[in-house]
């Protein structure tokens, strides 16, 4: 039987890959304890992952993307 791609679990990969990309981006500054399945939560207010993903999705690779978060918010 072929295994057919859950979209749900292929987009919460890509958000997973998206967050790891910015701990890395930002110098391990983040505390993990802020992450969220769809967000960042910081003390100066939230990150919404999936927006932020939207923008820059076809224009960027996921990794310019996790770039393009971790200056616009100075991570």
Excluded: C, W
Excluded at 1 to 16: F, G, I, R, S, T
Excluded at 38 to 53: A, H, K, N, P, Q
Excluded at 54 to 75: C, D, F, P, R, S
Aim: no cysteine.
């Amino acid at each position: 039987m072929e295994k057919v791609a859950d979209p749900l679990l292929n987009n919460l990969q890509l958000l997973q890959d998206l967050k790891f990309l910015i701990d890395r981006g930002s110098d391990h500054r983040i505390d993990y304890r802020r992450f969220r399945i769809f967000e960042i939560r910081l003390t100066t207010g939230v990150i919404d992952l999936v927006s932020e993903y939207q923008t820059y999705e076809g224009e960027y690779t996921l990794a310019e993307m996790a770039n393009l978060i971790v200056q616009k918010y100075h991570l």
